[in-house]
């Protein structure tokens, strides 16, 4: 029983992470109609970011506000102005695929220029851990749950509360309705691409630790964080966080009771279950198709 | 926002396989041409002339997955794996190839039925996704069933067959006779197209919601073509295993997938002789620019994307693009 009680909390800390990634999918997809297939490689690139910004003297704290920056103009405007814009009037696989040949530059990119190598990454959280009602928690995952439930949950509220965030979805349901209604449709679309960039970045900063930096390491966080997006329902938000959680417990109990080698298909026999029960996903609404 | 239900890339009108008789006179001296070839090259040579035709089998089918049904996938490479393992073990238990290349054809043609059932009922390119998680998993399961698969070890000394008593074991013969199945399968998907029953795929590819108002049922189409492009990969897998005699898990992974993909499309989805231009780009120039290594990959990537900006039809919608402009230009 206390396995499994400290596997579903780690669990859930892996989830959160997946989460954050999936959130800026989500995000991305309903203001701006880009399914990201980079969105992997947004979370490898501030990764190896910080790690420049650390090799050359840099606290953590200071490297990942640095990354948080570059990712979010690199990721965030540069690759809605250079890649996004022009693409938007082709539709969507033109886009899709322009994303798709994105994560080959980067990947490849990184490969070819930085290395094939894995690099250790500092964690934010000091080691050890403690025990409440004799669970083992480790200062790793009681960290990354608060700090990426709590950007969660912060983004939420900005999104439901604020003026701004109101705005933003509001372009996200109806583009038109809201240009017409005196929103900025083109400045709430830069700012969902500028958050996504600041979530890419969070996402680094959690699991690189575990993950290792490596040119490949988007890989397998892009792909959960497609899974949880379309899990949870690809048109919440709230969706992301809990389709990212559930991948990350079923994983941590699979690889514990099943099999450690299977682990990294849990993500899509849940995708598989989920599209065949519940095609709108577990918190998402159905859509109509547009001729 | 709502997305078109399955938009394709270039929906010019035309038929479904160009036919004209200087094509086809062009096309036999191209592939005559291309039989000699080997004959004045070494066996590496020899080799990647092979290999090309292997995957040209698996992008084919490819092809009819993105640019008839307007789907991608991101799982060929698992299915070549599939295909591969499947001839791999059976030759080695003594099974004839013959009898491997039916099976490694009807299992994959049935497991991309079963993936694709779930992933076509809703839109959004679930398939994609659906396809590369679907790699990841293959790829373990090529990985850790040690037993099965020989695991990171792989499989050695996979035979080759032999036709009508002749031995296929050396290079030239093999490579003949792989270049023989591949025109016969691309003939086969030729005439698939021209078909009456298969010309509803270029319906598809045109104008889905006009297709399905004309009685075509989309899902139904939409997920053979898949089937039938998974089919041709698990074909290009048994004929891999021959060629290369040993096979591990690495080749199947995802990333072969995407440059299958990538080179479809760059090449002109929807475009019957798009994946020749595409396994070009992605079997014979990595060869050529061997001394760019991982740099031509990361070019390959912005490549794609300033394609997908100016020409998102692919290098084989150049020359109407251009038509088209001097039209345009014209008082």
Known sequence: MGDFVQLVVSGIAAGTIYGV????????????????????????????????????????????FAACIVSMLLLGVAFKRIIVDPLLRHGVI??????????????????????????PFPSAFPAGQFAIAGIEVSYADLGTLLLAGGIVIALQLFLDRTMTGRAMQACAQNTEAARVLGIDVRRMTLYVFLINGALAAVAALLIAPSYLVKFDMGETIGLKAFFAAIIGGFNQTRGALLGGVLIGVLENLVGFYVSPAYKEGVALVVFLLVILLRPEGLLGKAEERKV | MNASSSTV???????????????????????IAFALLPLGLKSYGTYLCSLFCVYLMATFGLNLTIGYAGQMSLGQAAFLGIGAYIAAIGMKAGLPFFAMLPLAALACFAIGLALGFPALRVQHHYLAFATLGFNVLVFLVLRNEEAITGGTFGIRGIPRPSLFGLSLERDLPYFWFTLASTLLLIALLGWLLRSPWGRAFAALRDNPIRAESLGVNITAYTLLAFAIGACCAGIAGAYFASLVGFIDPAPFNFTASLLMLLGVIVGGAGRFLGPVVGTVIIVLLPEWLRFMQNWYLAAFGVAVIALMVWLPGGLLSLPERLASRRIGALP
Do not use: D
């Not at chain 1, 899709?96 to 894995?118: N, P, R, Y």
């Open chain 1, 21 to 64: 990634a999936a959130l800026g999918f989500t995000l991305l997809w309903q203001a701006s109609g880009t399914i990201n297939f980079a969105q992997g490689e947004f979370v490898m690139l501030p990764a190896f970011a910080m790690l420049l910004f650390l090799g050359i003297g840099a606290p953590l704290w200071l490297a990942f």
């Open chain 2, 9 to 31: 890339i270039a929906r010019p009108r035309r038929p479904a396989v160009p036919r004209s008789r200087t094509r086809l006179a062009l096309a036999a001296i191209v592939v």
């Open chain 1, 94 to 119: 033109p886009l899709v695929i322009a994303t798709l040949g994105l994560s080959v530059f980067v990947k490849q990119g990184i490969k070819a220029g930085v290395g094939a190598l894995a690099y």
